[in-house]
């Protein structure tokens, strides 16, 4: 790999809605190449702080209905759940073949601050993603508003926080470049 190789990777990533997706499954290796790939990410203090919860099949439906307990649970108790974002959020899990949740896994001893290990979950991410583009995969990220009252549902230990979801399936149709401001408009030389 050179760095044409790498640019033009970059420049194929793209975020695609999950109703372009088609129902062709994603095989289980093709996923755990992908994520050996997030395990690569850089990380102060080699902590690691990526953990993946991998949902396909009838898990997908299972987990939607743990979510939906959960959050009915949490409006009795007065919380406010906007329920058009919990059938939107639904539908991304019916319609992609898999669902990844990101968990931050953050350090216990608190050697490290938590934008810090956050910062290293998105780097993972990105190796997935990027992974992702290259074996032909569309990805869409969610992060739904109510994604803090999810501890349960993904049995998240006080330590770590959900990061959203990334949903993995094969695109109907490709999707057109995204344009970019200049990044010369986003660099300070200072010589």
């Known amino acids: 790999m050179n760095l044409e190789d790498i640019t033009r990777l970059i420049k194929e990533r793209r975020t ?3 109703r372009f997706f088609n129902e062709q499954g994603v ?3 093709l996923i755990r190449q992908l994520l050996e790939n997030g395990n690569r990410a850089p990380n102060h ?3 690691e702080p ?4 991998v949902y396909s099949g009838e898990g997908r439906e299972k987990f939607i209905t743990e979510v939906k307990n959960t959050l009915e649970q949490a409006q009795q108790k007065g919380t406010k759940v906007p329920t058009d974002k ?3 959020f639904a539908l991304h899990f019916r319609k992609a073949p ?4 990101i968990v931050a896994n953050l350090d216990a001893e608190h050697r490290l601050p938590e934008w810090e290990e956050m910062a290293a979950v998105s780097m993972a991410v990105q190796n997935i993603w990027l992974s992702a583009t290259a074996a032909g995969l569309s990805v869409f990220w969610a992060t739904p508003s109510f994604i803090n009252l999810l501890g349960s549902s993904l049995d998240l230990k006080p330590n770590q926080k ?3 979801f990334l949903f993995l399936g094969y695109a109907n149709r490709p999707f057109p470049a995204n344009g970019r401001e200049s990044i010369e408009n986003k660099i300070v030389w200072k010589e």
């Open 162 to 164: 959900s990061m959203g």
């Open 16 to 18: 695609h809605p999950t």
């Open 50 to 53: 990526w953990r993946f919860i």
């Open 98 to 101: 898999v669902a990844i949740a």
């Open 45 to 47: 203090k080699n902590t």
């Open 86 to 88: 919990v059938t939107k």
């Open 27 to 29: 095989p289980k290796e």
